[in-house]
């Protein structure tokens, strides 16, 4: 895949509200996960499959360099957000990745109004940001397989004992 191609999936707000509006023009199922996605491991790709197979097309809300270190501490992200918006972009679940600085993805999802609203099994489906949003316009929440033993942390705390 090009760079061109792959960097065409990192988008905008206004070019998301674009593709969202053109993709549900065509009745196709939209769905919207998001996360920091720090280091890419399996437990992401899994689930990212997972969210893939549940609509038409995926939608990333990725959170900005300053949410994470908000969120997971000032050593953190370890990749930044272009890097990781490319390597999200380059995997053949996702449609568009878009970068967001809030503390949650709330606005997004407001915007946007997927029609499906999925996180990871460590999240109860009435405590996901966005899922009474969705749910008043006709969407759908779930709360998706948790892969155990898959975590950017665990990764980092392996780098750091093997040096």
């Known amino acids: 895949m090009m760079i061109e191609k792959l960097e065409s999936k990192i988008v905008t707000l206004e070019k998301l509200k674009a593709l969202c509006a053109e993709w549900k023009s065509s009745n196709l199922k939209v769905v919207f996960t998001n996360g920091c996605f720090d280091i890419l491991h399996e437990g992401h790709v899994r689930y990212l499959a997972e969210a893939r197979s549940l609509g038409d097309k995926l939608i990333i809300g990725m959170?900005?360099?300053?949410?994470?270190?908000?969120?997971?501490?000032?050593?953190?992200?370890?990749?930044?957000g272009a890097s990781r918006a490319i390597v999200l972009a380059g995997l053949s679940s996702v449609d568009a990745v878009i970068e967001f600085g809030e503390s949650t993805p709330l606005k997004l999802i407001t915007e946007i109004l997927p029609d499906i609203l999925v996180k990871g099994g460590d999240w109860k489906t009435e405590d996901i940001v966005g899922s009474d949003v969705v749910i008043d316009h006709g969407g759908k929440v779930y709360s998706l397989s948790f892969h155990e033993g898959y975590s950017t942390t665990l990764i980092e705390q392996k780098i750091k004992n093997k040096s």
């Open 63 to 80: 959170n900005s360099d300053d949410s994470v270190r908000i969120l997971k501490g000032a050593n953190r992200p370890i990749n930044n």
